[in-house]
Nanobody
Framework: QVQLVESGGGLAQPGGSLRLSCATS????????MGWYRQDPGKVRELVAS???????NYADSVKGRFTISIDYANNMMYLQMNSLKPEDTAVYYC???????????WGQGIQVTVSS
């Protein structure tokens, strides 16, 4: 059973930065794709950013130019660097990952990000 554990959330001021980390127990070299999603209470979970094996990335329009997704193969980690944060970025953020050609999609437990002055 693959485990994904998020860290790095918390409170940030508008215009500030946070870096979310996602540690995985999977062999990161077998990654097919990984991503970050977020969810507000009462709303649908939405894609924030994804990264595929080989490095192809995809971002939601609302975060393009502000957020950067990356994989650290040396440390079995995925990151989401969030800059120029806005109050509307407030949500619970989840990391997910698929490993191997036909592996299931795994999710982390989620971490709160709050952007407020």
């Amino acid at each position: 059973q693959v485990q994904l554990v998020e860290s790095g959330g918390g409170l940030a001021q508008p215009g500030g930065s946070l870096r979310l980390s996602c540690a995985t127990s999977a062999n990161i070299f077998s990654v097919k794709n990984m991503g970050w999603y977020r969810q507000d209470p009462g709303k649908v979970r939405e894609l924030v950013a994804s990264i595929a094996r080989g490095g192809t990335t995809n971002y939601a329009d609302s975060v393009k130019g502000r957020f950067t997704i990356s994989i650290d193969y040396a440390n079995n980690m995925m990151y989401l660097q969030m800059n120029s944060l806005k109050p509307e970025d407030t949500a619970v953020y989840y990391c997910n990952g698929q490993f191997g050609a036909f592996g299931p999609l795994y999710w982390g437990q989620g971490i709160q990000v709050t952007v407020s002055s």
